[in-house]
């Protein structure tokens, strides 16, 4: 089978990952266990689960002007990334999120940095390779706006367009509209409110170990998870949206989709850090068959 062109508009991170027995209270200061520095933003992180499982695979996205910038860039290379549509903002930092790891809970501060200048004109500037596309993935750590705007040129094209709408935001109507496929977590899906039941057909809700729900004829369809054992979830929904992407750009049903969706964050959550723990087509498809 061809493998699935891809592309990514969205965050690109620097993530600072600070490991603890437990996250300190208001006021408290506690010693941590272990830190480290891992590449990562949704965007990139979906990027790279896509790529790693399979698709050819495009980013677009900014970086700053800080050390943060080269590393961030040559990491998605590595990964086989193509990263001509990243491009380099002057005088801001590239973004970064503190992450604080404790037991099996995370909790993220994203400060979004040049995230925040992916505009409406680099989306024109890569517009040829956008429109080349078999699937296009966004999420909303990168303006509103521009996930409208590029949304509205994908719709105009017939390019499908997966949407996270992470983190959590009430989408305004032509957004909802101009989607194919919109994978909110529970929390996310909540945030979103009462929708159509045309919207209610888009939406593919990520229910962490208990798997992820679809509607079909107005039902709710269940597509169970997988009990393995956790050492790290940050990424693990950036993974599946990522293996989701790759499922459906290849034709696959939304239910088979979401199986090997799945199969991928589970196995993503087995390892430490968002990016490291993703794994290849190959360890999904093995996983499944076991």
């Not at 970064?96 to 404790?102: D, Q, R």
Request: charge should be negative; aromatic fraction near 4%; include cysteine.
């Amino acid at each position: 089978m061809t493998k699935p062109v891809i592309t990514v508009i969205g965050s690109i991170n620097m993530d600072m990952v600070t490991e603890a027995e437990r996250a300190p209270d208001q006021g408290e200061t506690l010693m941590g266990t272990a830190f480290q520095m891992i590449p990562g933003g949704k965007g990139a992180n979906q990027a790279v689960a896509a790529a790693r499982l399979g698709a050819r695979v495009s980013m677009i996205g900014a970086v700053g002007d800080d050390p943060f910038a080269d590393v961030l860039t040559e990491n998605l290379k590595r990964e086989g990334v193509a990263t001509a549509g990243v491009k380099r903002v002057s005088g801001v930092s590239s973004g970064v999120a503190s992450i604080v790891l404790s037991e099996q809970d995370n909790r993220i501060l994203v400060v979004p940095g040049a995230n925040g200048r992916v505009d409406r004109a680099l989306v024109d500037e890569e517009a040829e390779r956008i429109l080349a596309s078999d699937l296009v993935i966004m999420q909303l750590e990168i303006p509103l706006d521009t996930v409208i705007y590029a949304a509205k040129l994908c719709k105009d094209n017939n390019i499908p367009v997966l949407l996270n709408p992470a983190p959590a935001h009430v989408l305004p109507d032509e957004l909802l509209e101009t989607c194919t496929w919109l994978t909110p977590n529970e929390m996310e899906r909540k945030a979103m409110g009462d929708l159509p039941q045309a919207v209610l057909q888009k939406l593919i809700v990520t229910e962490g170990k208990a798997g992820a729900c679809f509607f079909r004829n107005g039902m709710e369809k269940k597509v169970a998870g997988h009990t393995v054992d956790v050492v790290d979830t940050t990424g693990a929904g950036d993974t599946f949206n990522g293996a989701l992407a790759v499922e459906l750009a290849k034709g696959r049903t939304a239910e088979e989709a979401i199986r090997f969706a799945n199969a991928a964050a589970a196995l993503s959550v087995t390892k430490l850090g968002a990016q490291t723990g993703m794994p290849t087509e190959a360890q999904v498809t093995r996983f499944l068959s076991t």
